[in-house]
């Protein structure tokens, strides 16, 4: 059976039927919103045939509306009462994957990785809250084939994506994720586009990874670092940023040479990204 455009009395008679309700702790609030969803599907800019994952399609929303655009979907469920609802709505559309997405919360499940192959991909996806940051990370670092992410997250992650120097929101994630893609904002969810609504505004944002390289962004440089270098450069951010109210020059000590615009007075969450390469990159550790 095929069942277009979900709304908010279709999703509660699929669950009803099966005596399910939503789980809080899986992130299971559904976007029934289709502007909302046509707006993310959109701005994926599938082609047909082209291979998207979609990371908890719950009740299907989301996936029927990839469907329609011509995607060939990968679909990771964890919870298997919707994994089995899902299989008699879309079972022979889709390949669909039961079990966590992550691997030790961390990296993509291998089941998926075997999926995958070497094909290039997308991820696209409204993602439960518990797996937004560290799936978001392992895609840029470790899947060079996905060739973009566009996802519905948390309002607050969002911000903590796209944040500059000096704010409030400025820290590792954003540092991290800034350094290997381009991250831009697609747009804003409210809470009543999902059933149930949760307590906080959700956001649309899109990650394009950007092109290899290494270097502080002087003159023909990349101001981005490789993926191999990725998880050193991660760390070193965390163990910074853990510092983040000290001077630099009490975390690294006062006789040192710093990088152009750099003073031992500054604190961590001053330091541009490419200030921040570029004193990994002289790092000594
Ligand atoms: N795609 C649907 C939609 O847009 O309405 C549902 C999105 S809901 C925010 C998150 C979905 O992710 C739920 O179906 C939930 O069961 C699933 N989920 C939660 N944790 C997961 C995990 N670790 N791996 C795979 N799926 C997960």
Redesign the pocket.
């Known amino acids: 059976m095929l069942c277009l455009m979900q709304t908010i009395s279709n ?1 509660r008679k699929l669950l009803d039927e099966r005596g399910l309700r939503p ?1 809080h702790r ?7 919103d289709q502007n909302q ?1 046509r707006i993310l599907v959109d701005a994926a800019g599938i082609v047909h045939g082209e291979l998207v994952l ?10 029927e509306a990839l469907l329609e655009a011509g995607a060939e979907v990968i679909a ?4 298997h009462n ?1 994994a089995d609802l899902l299989a008699d709505l879309l079972g022979d559309r889709i390949t669909l994957l039961r ?4 691997d030790r919360g961390r990296t993509l499940n291998p089941a998926i990785i075997d999926h995958l192959g070497d094909r290039s991909f997308k991820l696209v ?7 937004a940051s560290p799936l978001m990370a392992a895609m840029l670092i470790d899947h060079p084939n996905c060739t973009g992410q566009f996802v ?1 997250i948390q309002k607050e992650v969002a911000d903590r994506l796209l944040a500059k120097p000096g704010g409030k929101d400025y820290g590792p994630l954003g540092i991290i994720i800034q350094a290997l893609a381009e991250v831009r904002r697609i747009g804003t969810v409210p809470p009543s586009c ?1 059933w149930p609504q949760p307590k906080v505004t959700s956001a649309m944002v899109s990650l394009l990874p950007s092109p290899p390289g290494r270097g502080a962004g002087g003159e023909g440089e990349p101001t981005i670092i490789s993926r191999d270098d990725a998880r050193s450069f991660a760390q070193f951010v965390t163990n910074l940023f853990s510092k983040r109210r000290k001077q630099l020059g009490t975390i690294f000590g006062r006789d040192r040479t710093w990088p152009a615009g750099v003073a031992a007075e500054m604190r961590p969450g001053r330091l541009s990204i490419e200030q921040l390469i570029e004193l990994w990159c002289s790092d000594p550790e």
């Open positions: 999703i789980k899986l992130g299971q609030n559904f976007l029934h969803i979609e990371i908890g399609p719950g009740t299907g929303t989301l996936t990771s469920e964890i919870d919707l079990g966590d997405c992550l996806a409204n993602l439960p809250y518990n797996v519905t999902f």
